[in-house]
Protein backbone atom coordinates (compact mmCIF):
# COMPACT_ATOMS: atom_id res chain seq x y z
CA UNK A 1 0.00 0.00 0.00
CA UNK A 2 3.07 2.58 1.22
CA UNK A 3 6.59 2.06 1.90
CA UNK A 4 7.95 0.74 5.38
CA UNK A 5 9.01 3.69 6.16
CA UNK A 6 5.89 6.13 5.46
CA UNK A 7 3.77 3.47 7.47
CA UNK A 8 6.00 3.69 10.78
CA UNK A 9 5.91 7.58 10.52
CA UNK A 10 2.24 7.74 10.01
CA UNK A 11 2.52 4.79 13.33
CA UNK A 12 4.53 7.33 15.02
CA UNK A 13 1.74 9.82 14.05
CA UNK A 14 -0.63 8.37 15.65
CA UNK A 15 0.66 7.38 19.14
CA UNK A 16 1.99 11.37 19.00
CA UNK A 17 -2.24 11.68 18.80
CA UNK A 18 -2.46 9.11 21.65
CA UNK A 19 0.04 10.87 23.64
CA UNK A 20 -1.85 13.77 23.44
CA UNK A 21 -5.22 12.48 24.11
CA UNK A 22 -4.20 10.00 27.01
CA UNK A 23 -1.41 11.60 28.57
CA UNK A 24 1.68 10.51 29.00
CA UNK A 25 1.05 8.11 32.05
CA UNK A 26 -1.74 6.18 30.09
CA UNK A 27 -0.21 6.63 26.93
CA UNK A 28 3.20 4.87 28.17
CA UNK A 29 1.29 2.05 30.10
CA UNK A 30 -0.85 0.60 27.07
CA UNK A 31 0.81 1.93 24.11
CA UNK A 32 4.58 2.36 24.49
CA UNK A 33 5.42 -1.33 23.94
CA UNK A 34 2.84 -1.82 21.14
CA UNK A 35 4.68 -2.45 17.93
CA UNK A 36 3.04 -2.01 13.79
CA UNK A 37 4.08 -5.01 12.70
CA UNK A 38 2.68 -5.18 9.04
CA UNK A 39 -0.22 -3.47 7.56
CA UNK A 40 -2.12 -5.24 4.38
CA UNK A 41 -5.22 -4.21 2.51
CA UNK A 42 -7.79 -3.74 5.53
CA UNK A 43 -5.60 -4.89 8.53
CA UNK A 44 -3.52 -3.21 10.75
CA UNK A 45 -1.19 -5.99 12.77
CA UNK A 46 0.13 -4.86 16.27
CA UNK A 47 1.88 -6.37 18.92
CA UNK A 48 2.35 -6.31 22.14
CA UNK A 49 4.06 -8.28 25.02
CA UNK A 50 1.90 -9.49 27.00
CA UNK A 51 -1.51 -10.86 26.59
CA UNK A 52 -3.40 -8.67 29.47
CA UNK A 53 -2.19 -5.87 27.37
CA UNK A 54 -3.55 -7.63 24.39
CA UNK A 55 -7.37 -7.93 25.85
CA UNK A 56 -6.67 -4.53 27.49
CA UNK A 57 -6.31 -3.04 24.41
CA UNK A 58 -8.82 -4.69 22.47
CA UNK A 59 -11.39 -4.23 24.93
CA UNK A 60 -10.17 -0.55 25.82
CA UNK A 61 -8.85 0.99 22.37
CA UNK A 62 -9.65 -1.30 19.36
CA UNK A 63 -11.59 1.33 18.08
CA UNK A 64 -9.79 4.53 18.93
CA UNK A 65 -7.31 2.89 17.38
CA UNK A 66 -9.17 1.76 14.75
CA UNK A 67 -10.54 5.43 13.62
CA UNK A 68 -7.00 6.66 13.85
CA UNK A 69 -5.63 4.05 11.40
CA UNK A 70 -8.80 4.93 9.14
CA UNK A 71 -8.32 8.85 8.52
CA UNK A 72 -4.93 7.84 7.56
CA UNK A 73 -5.47 4.71 5.53
CA UNK A 74 -9.03 4.34 4.35
CA UNK A 75 -9.01 0.92 3.63
CA UNK A 76 -8.44 -0.44 6.90
CA UNK A 77 -11.33 -2.47 8.82
CA UNK A 78 -9.49 -4.25 11.66
CA UNK A 79 -6.91 -4.42 13.92
CA UNK A 80 -5.34 -7.31 14.81
CA UNK A 81 -3.25 -7.81 17.98
CA UNK A 82 -0.67 -10.28 18.76
CA UNK A 83 1.58 -11.10 21.80
CA UNK A 84 5.16 -11.27 20.75
CA UNK A 85 6.90 -14.46 22.49
CA UNK A 86 9.03 -13.22 25.35
CA UNK A 87 11.97 -15.55 24.02
CA UNK A 88 12.88 -13.65 20.98
CA UNK A 89 11.42 -9.56 21.81
CA UNK A 90 10.02 -7.81 19.03
CA UNK A 91 9.37 -10.70 16.75
CA UNK A 92 6.10 -11.73 16.64
CA UNK A 93 5.46 -15.24 17.09
CA UNK A 94 2.25 -16.51 18.50
CA UNK A 95 -0.20 -14.82 16.06
CA UNK A 96 -3.62 -14.78 17.80
CA UNK A 97 -6.06 -13.10 15.61
CA UNK A 98 -8.60 -10.46 17.66
CA UNK A 99 -11.21 -11.04 15.14
CA UNK A 100 -12.66 -14.39 16.25
CA UNK A 101 -12.03 -13.73 20.04
CA UNK A 102 -15.20 -13.69 22.14
CA UNK A 103 -15.47 -10.71 24.71
CA UNK A 104 -12.15 -9.91 26.15
CA UNK A 105 -11.63 -10.76 29.65
CA UNK A 106 -12.95 -14.39 30.33
CA UNK A 107 -9.99 -15.04 32.23
CA UNK A 108 -8.47 -13.20 34.79
CA UNK A 109 -4.84 -12.89 33.29
CA UNK A 110 -2.45 -13.89 35.96
CA UNK A 111 0.65 -11.38 35.96
CA UNK A 112 4.14 -12.30 36.67
CA UNK A 113 7.65 -11.16 36.31
CA UNK A 114 9.48 -12.17 33.30
CA UNK A 115 12.54 -10.40 34.35
CA UNK A 116 12.44 -7.28 32.48
CA UNK A 117 11.25 -4.23 34.03
CA UNK A 118 7.55 -3.94 32.35
CA UNK A 119 5.73 -0.44 33.05
CA UNK A 120 3.94 -1.22 36.14
CA UNK A 121 0.30 -1.02 34.52
CA UNK A 122 0.94 -3.25 31.92
CA UNK A 123 2.99 -6.42 32.87
CA UNK A 124 3.70 -10.22 31.29
CA UNK A 125 0.77 -11.89 31.79
CA UNK A 126 1.97 -15.84 32.25
CA UNK A 127 -0.77 -17.90 31.11
CA UNK A 128 -4.61 -16.92 32.28
CA UNK A 129 -6.55 -19.08 34.33
CA UNK A 130 -9.80 -18.93 35.57
CA UNK A 131 -11.22 -16.59 37.50
CA UNK A 132 -12.89 -19.02 40.16
CA UNK A 133 -9.74 -19.74 41.09
CA UNK A 134 -8.85 -18.37 44.67
CA UNK A 135 -5.12 -17.98 44.01
CA UNK A 136 -5.73 -15.90 40.74
CA UNK A 137 -7.90 -13.23 42.16
CA UNK A 138 -5.30 -12.83 44.96
CA UNK A 139 -2.72 -12.24 42.12
CA UNK A 140 -1.60 -8.65 42.00
CA UNK A 141 0.13 -6.42 39.63
CA UNK A 142 3.93 -7.21 39.90
CA UNK A 143 6.64 -5.82 42.25
CA UNK A 144 9.69 -5.38 41.19
CA UNK A 145 12.50 -7.04 43.19
CA UNK A 146 14.35 -3.36 43.32
CA UNK A 147 11.42 -1.12 44.60
CA UNK A 148 12.73 -1.83 48.56
CA UNK A 149 12.87 0.10 51.52
CA UNK A 150 16.96 -0.63 51.47
CA UNK A 151 17.24 1.02 47.80
CA UNK A 152 14.84 4.04 49.07
CA UNK A 153 16.87 7.47 49.35
CA UNK A 154 15.34 9.58 52.30
CA UNK A 155 15.61 13.45 52.05
CA UNK A 156 13.70 16.21 53.32
CA UNK A 157 11.17 16.25 50.28
CA UNK A 158 10.11 11.95 51.13
CA UNK A 159 11.18 11.91 54.95
CA UNK A 160 7.17 11.65 56.17
CA UNK A 161 6.42 9.83 52.99
CA UNK A 162 9.09 7.32 53.97
CA UNK A 163 8.23 7.00 57.87
CA UNK A 164 5.17 6.61 57.28
CA UNK A 165 5.44 3.79 54.90
CA UNK A 166 7.67 2.11 56.84
CA UNK A 167 5.19 2.58 59.79
CA UNK A 168 2.82 0.90 57.82
CA UNK A 169 5.04 -2.18 56.80
CA UNK A 170 5.76 -2.60 60.00
CA UNK A 171 2.38 -2.87 61.65
CA UNK A 172 0.88 -6.33 62.49
CA UNK A 173 -2.23 -7.18 60.81
CA UNK A 174 -4.96 -6.30 62.80
CA UNK A 175 -3.26 -3.55 65.20
CA UNK A 176 -4.26 0.01 64.24
CA UNK A 177 -1.72 1.82 62.22
CA UNK A 178 -3.61 5.29 63.36
CA UNK A 179 -3.83 6.57 59.80
CA UNK A 180 -5.57 4.70 57.54
CA UNK A 181 -5.83 4.94 54.50
CA UNK A 182 -2.27 5.94 54.38
CA UNK A 183 -2.68 8.18 50.87
CA UNK A 184 0.42 9.42 48.86
CA UNK A 185 0.42 11.87 46.40
CA UNK A 186 3.57 13.29 44.22
CA UNK A 187 4.03 14.38 40.82
CA UNK A 188 5.33 11.71 38.07
CA UNK A 189 8.81 10.16 39.05
CA UNK A 190 9.16 10.85 42.65
CA UNK A 191 9.17 7.26 44.31
CA UNK A 192 5.34 6.61 45.05
CA UNK A 193 5.51 3.27 43.12
CA UNK A 194 8.42 2.72 44.35
CA UNK A 195 7.36 3.23 48.39
CA UNK A 196 4.68 1.16 47.75
CA UNK A 197 6.39 -1.80 46.17
CA UNK A 198 8.66 -1.15 49.51
CA UNK A 199 5.67 -1.90 51.54
CA UNK A 200 4.54 -4.66 49.47
CA UNK A 201 7.38 -6.67 49.98
CA UNK A 202 8.34 -5.96 53.41
CA UNK A 203 4.51 -6.53 54.88
CA UNK A 204 4.87 -10.06 52.45
CA UNK A 205 7.99 -10.68 54.13
CA UNK A 206 6.66 -10.98 57.47
CA UNK A 207 3.83 -13.41 56.26
CA UNK A 208 1.28 -10.22 55.85
CA UNK A 209 -1.48 -10.78 52.66
CA UNK A 210 -0.96 -8.23 50.58
CA UNK A 211 -2.38 -7.34 47.57
CA UNK A 212 -0.34 -4.56 45.21
CA UNK A 213 -2.62 -3.33 42.27
CA UNK A 214 -2.65 0.02 39.49
CA UNK A 215 -5.89 1.44 39.46
CA UNK A 216 -5.94 0.18 36.42
CA UNK A 217 -5.25 -3.47 37.07
CA UNK A 218 -7.98 -3.33 39.70
CA UNK A 219 -10.50 -1.93 37.09
CA UNK A 220 -9.57 -4.51 34.72
CA UNK A 221 -9.44 -7.48 37.47
CA UNK A 222 -13.06 -6.37 38.86
CA UNK A 223 -14.48 -6.57 34.90
CA UNK A 224 -13.01 -9.50 34.31
CA UNK A 225 -14.59 -11.04 37.42
CA UNK A 226 -18.01 -9.21 36.56
CA UNK A 227 -17.64 -11.06 33.19
CA UNK A 228 -16.74 -14.33 34.56
CA UNK A 229 -19.33 -14.41 36.72
CA UNK A 230 -16.92 -14.62 39.84
CA UNK A 231 -17.36 -11.30 40.63
CA UNK A 232 -18.57 -12.41 44.82
CA UNK A 233 -15.36 -14.55 44.74
CA UNK A 234 -13.33 -11.19 43.94
CA UNK A 235 -14.66 -9.28 46.55
CA UNK A 236 -14.16 -12.03 48.91
CA UNK A 237 -10.55 -12.22 47.87
CA UNK A 238 -9.95 -8.40 48.07
CA UNK A 239 -11.90 -8.42 51.54
CA UNK A 240 -9.62 -11.56 52.69
CA UNK A 241 -6.28 -9.24 52.16
CA UNK A 242 -4.13 -7.63 55.49
CA UNK A 243 -2.81 -4.69 53.37
CA UNK A 244 -3.95 -3.38 50.42
CA UNK A 245 -2.07 -1.14 48.21
CA UNK A 246 -3.88 1.11 45.06
CA UNK A 247 -1.56 2.87 42.68
CA UNK A 248 -1.96 5.53 40.37
CA UNK A 249 -5.42 5.81 41.66
CA UNK A 250 -5.95 8.66 39.53
CA UNK A 251 -6.62 6.23 36.94
CA UNK A 252 -9.74 4.37 38.36
CA UNK A 253 -12.90 5.17 36.39
CA UNK A 254 -16.28 3.84 35.58
CA UNK A 255 -19.25 4.19 38.67
CA UNK A 256 -19.11 0.27 39.06
CA UNK A 257 -16.05 0.20 39.39
CA UNK A 258 -15.70 2.97 42.03
CA UNK A 259 -18.63 1.43 43.45
CA UNK A 260 -17.23 -1.58 44.13
CA UNK A 261 -13.74 0.31 45.36
CA UNK A 262 -15.72 1.91 48.00
CA UNK A 263 -16.98 -1.19 49.47
CA UNK A 264 -13.44 -2.62 49.36
CA UNK A 265 -12.11 0.34 50.81
CA UNK A 266 -15.20 0.70 53.78
CA UNK A 267 -14.68 -2.87 54.71
CA UNK A 268 -11.27 -3.19 54.71
CA UNK A 269 -10.88 0.45 56.75
CA UNK A 270 -13.82 -0.95 58.68
CA UNK A 271 -11.94 -4.64 59.23
CA UNK A 272 -8.74 -2.68 60.26
CA UNK A 273 -6.89 -3.56 57.39
CA UNK A 274 -4.21 -0.91 56.26
CA UNK A 275 -5.13 0.17 52.84
CA UNK A 276 -1.95 2.15 50.93
CA UNK A 277 -2.93 4.63 48.07
CA UNK A 278 -0.75 7.01 45.27
CA UNK A 279 -1.64 9.25 42.99
CA UNK A 280 -0.54 12.03 41.58
CA UNK A 281 -2.86 14.65 43.16
CA UNK A 282 -4.70 14.61 46.26
CA UNK A 283 -8.23 13.49 47.13
CA UNK A 284 -9.82 17.10 46.40
CA UNK A 285 -8.17 16.68 42.99
CA UNK A 286 -9.32 13.55 42.06
CA UNK A 287 -12.49 15.31 40.04
CA UNK A 288 -13.68 12.34 38.69
CA UNK A 289 -13.99 10.25 41.59
CA UNK A 290 -17.09 9.73 43.65
CA UNK A 291 -17.82 12.09 46.62
CA UNK A 292 -17.63 9.15 49.00
CA UNK A 293 -14.58 7.32 47.36
CA UNK A 294 -13.12 10.59 47.91
CA UNK A 295 -14.01 11.70 51.31
CA UNK A 296 -12.76 8.42 52.66
CA UNK A 297 -9.49 8.32 50.84
CA UNK A 298 -9.48 12.29 52.69
CA UNK A 299 -9.82 10.86 56.37
CA UNK A 300 -6.67 8.97 56.67
CA UNK A 301 -3.40 10.27 56.09
CA UNK A 302 -2.17 12.49 53.61
CA UNK A 303 1.58 12.60 52.62
CA UNK A 304 3.01 14.62 49.89
CA UNK A 305 6.59 13.80 48.01
CA UNK A 306 8.25 16.61 46.89
CA UNK A 307 10.68 17.24 44.27
CA UNK A 308 13.95 16.17 45.72
CA UNK A 309 16.50 19.04 47.00
CA UNK A 310 20.36 18.66 45.71
CA UNK A 311 21.41 16.39 48.45
CA UNK A 312 18.47 13.86 47.24
CA UNK A 313 19.83 14.26 43.91
CA UNK A 314 23.06 13.66 44.42
CA UNK A 315 22.75 10.53 46.53
CA UNK A 316 20.36 9.10 43.63
CA UNK A 317 22.70 9.72 41.19
CA UNK A 318 25.34 8.51 43.38
CA UNK A 319 23.95 5.37 44.32
CA UNK A 320 22.82 4.64 40.44
CA UNK A 321 26.81 5.46 39.42
CA UNK A 322 27.82 2.87 41.86
CA UNK A 323 25.32 -0.17 40.99
CA UNK A 324 26.35 0.99 37.16
CA UNK A 325 29.95 0.70 38.26
CA UNK A 326 29.39 -2.80 40.37
CA UNK A 327 28.30 -4.40 36.96
CA UNK A 328 30.97 -2.74 34.90
CA UNK A 329 33.92 -2.33 36.93
CA UNK A 330 35.98 -0.52 34.46
CA UNK A 331 33.37 2.42 34.10
CA UNK A 332 34.81 5.49 35.36
CA UNK A 333 32.35 8.58 36.28
CA UNK A 334 33.59 11.35 38.03
CA UNK A 335 32.13 13.04 41.25
CA UNK A 336 32.52 15.96 39.30
CA UNK A 337 30.26 14.94 36.87
CA UNK A 338 27.76 12.71 40.06
CA UNK A 339 27.52 16.65 41.34
CA UNK A 340 26.89 18.35 38.10
CA UNK A 341 23.76 16.14 37.46
CA UNK A 342 22.31 16.53 40.85
CA UNK A 343 22.45 20.23 40.01
CA UNK A 344 21.30 20.24 36.36
CA UNK A 345 19.10 17.15 36.04
CA UNK A 346 16.33 18.82 38.69
CA UNK A 347 13.18 17.30 37.68
CA UNK A 348 12.36 13.48 39.17
CA UNK A 349 13.82 10.31 40.34
CA UNK A 350 12.88 8.67 36.89
CA UNK A 351 15.08 11.83 35.45
CA UNK A 352 17.62 10.93 37.14
CA UNK A 353 18.26 7.27 36.06
CA UNK A 354 17.55 8.56 32.92
CA UNK A 355 20.07 11.00 33.00
CA UNK A 356 23.06 8.12 34.38
CA UNK A 357 21.63 5.50 31.68
CA UNK A 358 21.92 7.76 28.92
CA UNK A 359 25.45 8.56 29.93
CA UNK A 360 26.62 4.82 30.07
CA UNK A 361 25.09 4.35 27.03
CA UNK A 362 26.62 7.17 25.21
CA UNK A 363 30.40 5.84 26.87
CA UNK A 364 29.67 2.69 25.44
CA UNK A 365 28.51 3.47 22.04
CA UNK A 366 30.82 6.25 21.30
CA UNK A 367 33.87 5.65 23.39
CA UNK A 368 33.61 8.80 24.34
CA UNK A 369 34.64 8.96 27.99
CA UNK A 370 31.74 10.62 30.51
CA UNK A 371 33.25 14.04 31.24
CA UNK A 372 31.29 17.38 31.88
CA UNK A 373 31.22 17.98 28.24
CA UNK A 374 30.02 14.55 27.30
CA UNK A 375 27.11 15.33 30.05
CA UNK A 376 26.53 18.61 29.11
CA UNK A 377 25.76 17.27 25.28
CA UNK A 378 24.18 13.99 25.94
CA UNK A 379 21.39 15.76 28.16
CA UNK A 380 20.54 18.68 26.88
CA UNK A 381 16.61 17.90 27.00
CA UNK A 382 16.51 16.86 30.52
CA UNK A 383 17.98 19.95 31.49
CA UNK A 384 14.89 21.85 30.23
CA UNK A 385 12.65 20.20 31.88
CA UNK A 386 13.07 22.25 35.25
CA UNK A 387 10.51 21.90 37.89
CA UNK A 388 7.70 22.79 35.99
CA UNK A 389 5.83 25.12 37.22
CA UNK A 390 1.94 24.25 38.04
CA UNK A 391 -0.24 25.78 35.51
CA UNK A 392 -4.04 26.35 36.57
CA UNK A 393 -6.43 26.50 33.79
CA UNK A 394 -7.32 29.94 35.11
CA UNK A 395 -4.38 31.20 34.60
CA UNK A 396 -4.59 29.57 30.62
CA UNK A 397 -8.21 31.25 30.53
CA UNK A 398 -6.56 34.88 31.27
CA UNK A 399 -3.88 34.87 29.10
CA UNK A 400 -5.68 33.74 26.30
CA UNK A 401 -8.44 36.04 26.44
CA UNK A 402 -6.10 38.63 26.58
CA UNK A 403 -3.95 37.75 23.88
CA UNK A 404 -7.01 37.39 21.72
CA UNK A 405 -8.78 40.17 23.39
CA UNK A 406 -11.86 38.31 24.28
CA UNK A 407 -13.30 38.30 27.13
CA UNK A 408 -13.27 35.45 29.57
CA UNK A 409 -16.98 34.87 29.63
CA UNK A 410 -16.99 34.77 25.64
CA UNK A 411 -14.30 32.09 26.12
CA UNK A 412 -16.58 30.42 28.69
CA UNK A 413 -19.58 31.19 26.69
CA UNK A 414 -21.87 28.86 24.00
CA UNK A 415 -21.46 31.54 21.29
CA UNK A 416 -20.04 29.64 17.98
CA UNK A 417 -18.45 33.01 16.23
CA UNK A 418 -15.15 32.50 14.63
CA UNK A 419 -13.13 35.18 16.94
CA UNK A 420 -14.22 33.16 20.01
CA UNK A 421 -14.03 29.30 19.08
CA UNK A 422 -10.41 29.74 18.11
CA UNK A 423 -9.08 30.83 21.39
CA UNK A 424 -11.65 28.77 23.17
CA UNK A 425 -9.88 25.93 21.73
CA UNK A 426 -6.04 27.13 22.20
CA UNK A 427 -7.26 27.89 26.11
CA UNK A 428 -8.62 23.70 25.83
CA UNK A 429 -5.50 22.67 24.09
CA UNK A 430 -2.89 23.88 26.43
CA UNK A 431 -5.48 23.26 29.57
CA UNK A 432 -4.77 19.59 28.26
CA UNK A 433 -0.97 20.50 27.29
CA UNK A 434 -0.33 21.80 30.57
CA UNK A 435 -1.68 20.78 33.44
CA UNK A 436 -2.67 17.41 34.37
CA UNK A 437 -6.33 18.12 34.01
CA UNK A 438 -8.68 14.82 32.27
CA UNK A 439 -10.27 15.94 29.08
CA UNK A 440 -13.86 15.83 31.42
CA UNK A 441 -12.15 17.78 33.71
CA UNK A 442 -11.32 20.49 31.34
CA UNK A 443 -14.78 20.56 29.66
CA UNK A 444 -16.10 21.55 32.64
CA UNK A 445 -13.96 24.23 33.10
CA UNK A 446 -15.06 25.64 30.45
CA UNK A 447 -18.77 26.53 30.48
CA UNK A 448 -19.62 22.90 31.16
CA UNK A 449 -18.70 21.27 27.67
CA UNK A 450 -18.61 17.70 26.95
CA UNK A 451 -15.02 15.96 26.54
CA UNK A 452 -15.02 14.64 23.27
CA UNK A 453 -15.56 19.47 22.53
CA UNK A 454 -12.57 19.35 24.24
CA UNK A 455 -10.64 16.28 22.21
CA UNK A 456 -11.82 17.55 18.98
CA UNK A 457 -10.26 21.27 20.28
CA UNK A 458 -6.88 19.59 21.17
CA UNK A 459 -6.92 17.53 17.77
CA UNK A 460 -7.85 20.41 15.59
CA UNK A 461 -4.85 22.54 17.02
CA UNK A 462 -2.46 19.88 16.65
CA UNK A 463 -3.47 20.00 12.96
CA UNK A 464 -3.25 23.66 12.71
CA UNK A 465 0.33 23.71 14.80
CA UNK A 466 1.83 20.82 12.07
CA UNK A 467 0.16 22.56 9.23
CA UNK A 468 1.11 26.59 10.01
CA UNK A 469 4.48 27.28 11.32
CA UNK A 470 3.71 30.67 12.53
CA UNK A 471 0.38 29.85 14.49
CA UNK A 472 2.88 26.48 15.83
CA UNK A 473 5.38 29.65 16.86
CA UNK A 474 2.30 31.67 18.40
CA UNK A 475 1.03 28.56 20.33
CA UNK A 476 4.60 28.14 21.57
CA UNK A 477 4.46 31.48 22.91
CA UNK A 478 1.63 31.55 24.81
CA UNK A 479 2.97 27.93 26.26
CA UNK A 480 6.17 30.01 27.34
CA UNK A 481 4.10 32.82 28.73
CA UNK A 482 2.22 30.14 30.94
CA UNK A 483 5.02 27.80 31.23
CA UNK A 484 7.40 30.47 32.48
P1 LIG B 1 6.33 7.47 40.63
O1 LIG B 1 5.60 6.19 40.86
O2 LIG B 1 6.10 8.49 41.70
O3 LIG B 1 6.09 8.06 39.27
P2 LIG B 1 8.66 5.80 40.77
O4 LIG B 1 8.48 5.16 42.09
O5 LIG B 1 8.35 4.98 39.58
O6 LIG B 1 7.90 7.18 40.68
O7 LIG B 1 10.16 6.34 40.69
C1 LIG B 1 10.85 6.60 39.46
C2 LIG B 1 12.28 6.13 39.56
O8 LIG B 1 13.00 6.95 40.44
C3 LIG B 1 12.39 4.73 40.10
O9 LIG B 1 13.43 4.06 39.45
C4 LIG B 1 12.72 4.92 41.55
O10 LIG B 1 13.44 3.84 42.07
C5 LIG B 1 13.53 6.20 41.51
N1 LIG B 1 13.36 6.97 42.74
C6 LIG B 1 12.47 7.95 42.98
N2 LIG B 1 12.62 8.43 44.22
C7 LIG B 1 13.62 7.72 44.78
C8 LIG B 1 14.26 7.75 46.05
N3 LIG B 1 13.87 8.58 47.03
N4 LIG B 1 15.26 6.88 46.28
C9 LIG B 1 15.67 6.04 45.30
N5 LIG B 1 15.13 5.98 44.09
C10 LIG B 1 14.11 6.81 43.82
MG1 LIG C 1 4.25 5.22 39.67
Known sequence: MTTVLSDREEWDRIKTRLRAELGEDVFSSWFARVELDSLDDDTVHLSVPTRFLKNWLQSRYRDRLLALFGE???????????????????????????????????????PGTNGARPPIAANAAVGARHAGDHEDVLAGSPLDARYG??????????????????????????????FNPLYIHAAVGLGKTHLLQAIAHAAKAQGHRVLYLTAEHFMYRFVAALMAQSAIAFKEALRGIDLL????????????VQQEFCHT??????????????????PADLETLDERVRSRLAGGLLVEIAAPDVELRRSIVAHRVAAA????????????VVEWVAANVVSSGRD?????????????????????EMAEAALRDLLRTREPRKVKIEDIQRIVSKHFNVSKADLLSARRTRTVVRPRQIAMYLAKALTPRSLPEIGRRFG?????????????????????????????????????
Not at 157 to 169: D, H, I, W
Not at 245 to 256: K, S
Request: aromatic share 4%; net charge neutral; glycine share 8%.
Open 72 to 110: SYGSVRQIEFSVRSAMRPGTAQIRETTEAAPAPARTIPF
Open 149 to 178: FGNFLEGRSNSLAFAAARRVADTRPGEPVG
Open 245 to 256: LIDDMQFLQGRQ
Open 265 to 282: LNSLIDGARQVVVAADRP
Open 325 to 336: KKANPSLEISSS
Open 352 to 372: LDGAVNRLIAHNQLTGQEIGL
Open 448 to 484: NRDHTTVLHAVRKIEEMATADRSFADEIDLLKRMLDG
